[in-house]
T-cell receptor, first 117, second 114 residues
């Protein structure tokens, strides 16, 4: 199947700093990528839809100024957690949509475990 | 809004046991339903899917049938193996193949003992 690479897999940062997470589709182009967040014992929750060349669409309750999304190319979307706080500690996972061939399907990265201390 | 409810884990079974992981959903219209699996240290992988009522998705010995009357999509396998140990997520989407964001259940951690 198609490969989506997410980096880093784990990151620890200090409160007040910013962290960038990358999501790359390695063998296909993705005009649409999604960012999810999972708190312990909770569902994966959709945070935002990232569209190549345009602004991201954020779900209700997600602060767009805190979670900056950039989708500058057809193979890369980045999520930057700005001024991170301990409550931002979570598991973040991206997915990239491969259209057609023969079906449209979502492929997921390995996820990033963010710990803010 | 849409929601997916799946049984809490962890679920611990012996090898060759029969597996059922329950999943029910609440959604408007006719969503597509999915089971994803996440092996340790890896990303989510699509296990199987069904796009309309009474469809049965199957893969690697796992099956799930889209039951609209009971709004369910229970995952079953007749004889589990240690290699099936993973976290399983039930999910739905309103477009056919995931072109919209998915709504996930909380995940069920399955542990298979030799």
């Amino acid at each position: 199947g198609a490969v989506v690479s997410q980096h880093p897999s784990r990151v620890i940062c200090k409160s007040g700093t910013s962290v960038k997470i990358e999501c790359r589709s390695l063998d296909f182009q993705a005009t649409t990528m999604f960012w999810y967040r999972q708190f312990p014992k909770q569902s994966l929750m959709l945070m935002a839809t990232s569209n190549e060349g345009s602004k991201a669409t954020y779900e209700q309750g997600v602060e767009k100024d805190k979670f900056l999304i950039n989708h500058a190319s057809l193979t890369l979307s980045t999520l930057t957690v700005t001024s991170a706080h301990p409550e931002d500690s979570s598991f973040y996972i991206c997915s990239a949509i491969r259209v057609g061939q023969p079906n449209t399907e979502a492929f997921f990265g390995q996820g990033t475990r963010l710990t803010v201390v | 809004g849409d929601s997916v409810t799946q049984m809490e884990g962890p679920v611990t079974l012996s090898e060759e046991a029969f597996l059922t992981i329950n999943c029910t959903y609440t959604a408007t219209g006719y969503p597509s339903l999915f089971w994803y699996v996440q092996y340790p240290g890896e990303g989510l992988q699509l296990l199987l899917k069904a796009t309309k009522a009474d469809d049965k998705g199957s893969n690697k010995g796992f099956e799930a049938t889209y039951r609209k009357e009971t709004t369910s999509f229970h995952l079953e396998k007749g004889s589990v193996q240690v290699s099936d140990s993973a976290v399983y997520f039930c999910a739905l989407v309103h477009s056919g193949g995931g072109a919209d964001g998915l709504t996930f259940g909380k995940g069920t951690h399955l542990i298979i003992q030799p």
